[in-house]
């Protein structure tokens, strides 16, 4: 059974820091790997989508790199900005008739 | 290209109610998901669609929740009759069926229900 895991559960950082977060999978045995934003009371937005043959996908300030055989992935944010504050889902996908499984997320609090 | 829409965006009822949920999925698009979030926790499967087909129920609570997908188009989910723990945001997916496709899943803006 795939779990997902997102630590730490929440997280503070002064604007204009670099900052990583980090997701591991317990089955390496994956299609694809997806980055979430989750804003208070709406839906999922995505952010990035790393197919299980690539290592890494970048969006503007965002980088998301993939180690399948370590079963992790990070997400790397740039000179962060308040309107970053947001929860961060990661979510695994293991086959064409599957399911995305999905870590509790890390709720980012990006202080002025 | 519109995205997933669902209504309501907010839904309050007493335990033991019913309520339904709807959604509409991009169009083409022949894969359809309902998951249930509960506040601090990641979304967790109900339901998975193929076409008008279900593919994946194993962890919908058969006895009060039910879910169609008439045409292979909109869907809707049902609770009768809601528990407190049924308090969440019901959050509908979609994606393409195509093989070789990336297997993105685009989310609505879901449900959030609140049982009193």
């Known amino acids: 059974k795939q779990e997902v895991t997102q630590i730490p559960a929440a997280l503070s950082v002064p604007e204009g820091e670099n900052l990583v977060l980090n997701c591991s999978f317990t089955?390496?045995?994956?299609?694809?790997l997806q980055w979430f934003r989750q804003d208070p009371g709406k839906g999922l937005t995505s952010l990035l989508l790393?197919?299980?043959?690539?290592r890494e996908q970048t969006s503007g300030r965002l980088n998301a790199s993939l180690d399948k055989s370590s079963g992790r992935s990070t997400l790397y944010i740039a000179a962060s900005q308040p309107g970053d504050s947001a929860t961060y889902l990661c979510?695994?996908?293991?086959?064409?008739?599957?399911?995305?499984?999905f870590g509790k997320g890390i709720t980012l609090s990006v202080r002025p | 290209e519109a995205g997933v829409a669902q209504s309501p965006r907010y839904k309050i009822i007493e335990k033991r109610q019913s309520v339904a949920f709807w959604c509409n999925p991009i169009?083409?698009?022949?894969?359809l998901y309902w998951y249930q979030q509960i506040l601090g926790q990641g979304p967790k499967l109900l339901i998975q669609?193929?076409?008008?087909?279900?593919?994946?129920d194993s962890q919908l609570p058969k006895d009060r929740f039910s879910a169609e997908r008439l045409k292979g188009v909109d869907s809707t989910l049902k609770i009768q009759p809601a528990k407190l723990e049924d308090s969440a945001v019901y959050l509908c997916?979609?994606?393409?069926?195509?093989?070789?496709?990336?297997?993105?899943?685009?989310f609505g803006p879901g449900t959030r229900l609140t049982v009193t």
């Open positions: 979510a695994v996908f293991t086959g064409a008739n599957s399911k995305l499984t």
């Open positions: 669609f193929q076409n008008n087909g279900v593919v994946d």
């Open positions: 089955d390496s045995a994956i299609y694809n």
């Open positions: 790393i197919q299980s043959s690539q």
């Open positions: 997916a979609s994606r393409t069926g195509l093989a070789g496709a990336r297997y993105e899943q685009y």
């Open positions: 169009s083409g698009h022949a894969t």
